[in-house]
T-cell receptor
């Protein structure tokens, strides 16, 4: 079993739709949860960083963590074509290495 | 924001030759450097972790003699792919860490022909 499971997609939605991206993890020791966006042939960029269970909002993006069920989500409201990218969830225990999900390829259709 | 410079962004080399990829943290000191490899449509796979002045720790299945990592200073780390083969063609990404913050380079596309 992978430490972090993420549906690779691809996921295709119309512009303006609400997008829900999800990951599950197996190690209850993971403390930090991140979402990265990666455009084609580019390095990942950090979108959201959360520590505790609950929601964290930043503009059109909301990250949600449920430690009891080991489930993390990223919601994108009013999705735009420029949001088309691969989204990677990642977890971290302390200052140790990141553990990434497989990444979900998202396409927003105009 | 923190700046990470990774070069070259793209490189094509002949099979059997060696290629060096540089990663510089321009405005912070990277106490730890992670090197990742990413094949098309796949996630980032950690290759090795290095701390400044120490030997790198390689993940299982990664050949330390093939992927040479040097982390001689807090602002520079290099990954050298030795005796490259076509199966080494991939996207290589450095990831310097400063404190609890992890950054990523823009990646280097390696094509071995």
């Amino acid at each position: 079993q992978k430490e972090v499971e993420q549906d690779p997609g691809p996921l295709s939605v119309p512009e303006g739709a609400i997008v829900s991206l999800n990951c599950t993890y197996s190690n209850s020791a993971f403390q930090y949860f991140m979402w990265y966006r990666q455009y084609s042939r580019k390095g990942p960029e950090l979108l959201m960083y959360t520590y505790s269970s609950g929601n964290k909002e930043d503009g059109r993006f909301t990250a949600q963590v449920d430690k009891s069920s080991k489930y993390i989500s990223l919601f994108i409201r009013d999705s735009q074509p420029s949001d088309s990218a691969t989204y990677l969830c990642a977890t971290q225990q302390g200052a140790q290495k990141l553990v990434f999900g497989q990444g979900t390829r998202l396409t927003i259709n105009p | 924001g923190a700046v990470v410079s990774q070069h070259p962004s793209r490189v094509i080399c002949k099979s059997g030759t060696s290629v060096k990829i540089e990663c510089r943290s321009l405005d912070f000191q990277a106490t730890t450097m992670f090197w990742y490899r990413q094949f098309p449509k796949q996630s980032l796979m950690l290759m090795a972790t290095s701390n400044e002045g120490s030997k790198a720790t390689y993940e299982q299945g990664v050949e330390k003699d093939k992927f040479l990592i040097n982390h001689a200073s807090l602002t520079l780390s290099t990954l050298t792919v030795t005796s490259a083969h076509p199966e080494d063609s991939s996207f290589y990404i450095c990831s310097p860490q400063s404190g609890n913050t992890i950054y990523f380079g823009e990646g280097s596309w390696l094509t071995v022909v």
